[in-house]
């Protein structure tokens, strides 16, 4: 007589399911991409005591004068906390300024200073230079590839949102492709 574990290990192991396998190299040229492009403003604002915390915040705030505090937390998705010392140093050091809010005067809106302007645009034109000499190297239609591969790697319930903010000024307008 067979037992029910005997006729358990006599039937054959049903089929596996092989996971593909992890794209290593787009993850690591992905990785490698974005150190050295950030790397280039990195240096820059390293002379000016300021780390790349500060890049963001003054990078969004320079696109997007106006910002409300809590619009700039959503956008970097980072605690109060985490804003606030990189805030103040940008505010001491006349960077950014902060005015209250016309309707609501408890809000708190950011602009770029002039001086906070030409830092924005001088770390935008290093990395605007480091995409220029990528897609230089490409066939002519590859900017609009390149942003529709960058768009879809944006989670699909915040893609509006970013759209919004990279072609809100309209100057971009022309540039876009439909993701």
């Known amino acids: 007589m067979v037992s029910a574990v005997q006729k358990a290990e006599q039937r054959p192991a049903p089929p596996t399911v092989e996971e593909p396998e992890p794209m290593f190299d787009l993850i690591e040229l992905l990785f490698f991409a974005y150190r ?10 390293e002379n000016i005591g300021f780390g790349r915390a ?3 915040v003054l990078h969004f705030v320079d ?8 619009e700039l937390l959503d956008i970097l998705r980072i605690t109060k906390q ?13 960077y950014v300024e902060q005015r209250a809010g016309v309707s609501d005067r408890r809000q ?3 602009f770029p200073t002039p001086e906070g302007r030409r830092l924005a645009r001088d770390l935008a034109r290093l990395q605007t230079e480091r995409f220029a000499r990528a897609l230089a190297g490409l066939s002519p239609g590859a900017r609009p590839t ?15 949102k970013v ?3 990279v072609w809100s000024d309209g100057a971009l307008a022309g540039q876009r492709t439909t993701p």
């Open 108 to 110: 708190r809106l950011l």
């Open 82 to 94: 985490s804003l606030s010392r990189v805030l103040k140093e940008l505010l001491d050091q006349n």
């Open 36 to 45: 050295d492009f950030v790397g280039d403003p990195d240096r820059m604002l």
């Open 163 to 165: 759209a919004q903010l």
């Open 146 to 160: 390149a942003i529709e591969f960058l768009f879809g790697m944006i989670d699909p319930e915040e893609r509006e």
């Open 63 to 70: 696109r997007q004068p106006g910002l409300t505090i809590a």
């Open 54 to 56: 500060h890049h963001r």
